[in-house]
């Protein structure tokens, strides 16, 4: 059995890579979590986990994230990822993520209104909602990545 994580943080960050996996890698390392391993994990916040934006994690730690990210190869592109996070008084949060091809502020507006649709879907009380976006013009081959790395 796995521990339930009791923090989290939300992050983002884009890049230009000379292939579409380097430019993954730059935006992790932009994002702050490029020297981690991430396992992906769905989009729900365990009861009780804290907020902490400085949450350092250890090198090579196994960490469970949702992201989105997008990668493109059409220069001058604008692409963008987006994370929300939805809390409750008492209860599990939801996490959301987005990645296309829009503007930041669309995508926060588009990641908002699906925490917002995800909190009525289980009939929660949305209390606080957490959010991280990005926006990149593509040159060559870029990417934009959000995530909600979860820790113990």
Not at 91 to 104: A, C, P, R
Not at 129 to 134: L, N
């Amino acid at each position: 059995m796995l521990p339930t994580p009791k923090m989290y943080k939300v992050v983002a960050g884009s890049s230009e890579g000379r292939s579409s996996l380097t430019a993954f890698d730059g935006a992790l390392l932009k994002a702050g979590i490029g020297n981690i391993n991430l396992i992906r994990v769905s989009s729900i916040l365990p009861p009780g986990a804290v907020y902490k934006p400085d949450l350092e994690i250890p090198p090579g730690s196994l960490v469970p994230t949702a992201y989105g990210s997008i990668v493109c190869k059409e220069p001058g592109k604008v692409i963008a990822a987006a994370v929300g996070v939805g809390v409750s008084e008492n209860n599990f949060g939801v996490i959301m993520e987005y990645s296309g091809y829009s503007t930041k502020q669309e995508a926060e507006e588009t990641i908002r209104k699906m925490v917002e649709e995800a909190f009525a879907l289980r009939g929660m009380k949305l209390v606080d909602v957490k959010i991280a976006a990005v926006e990149h013009t593509v040159e060559k081959i870029g990417c934009a990545l959000a995530a909600v790395p979860l820790w113990y």
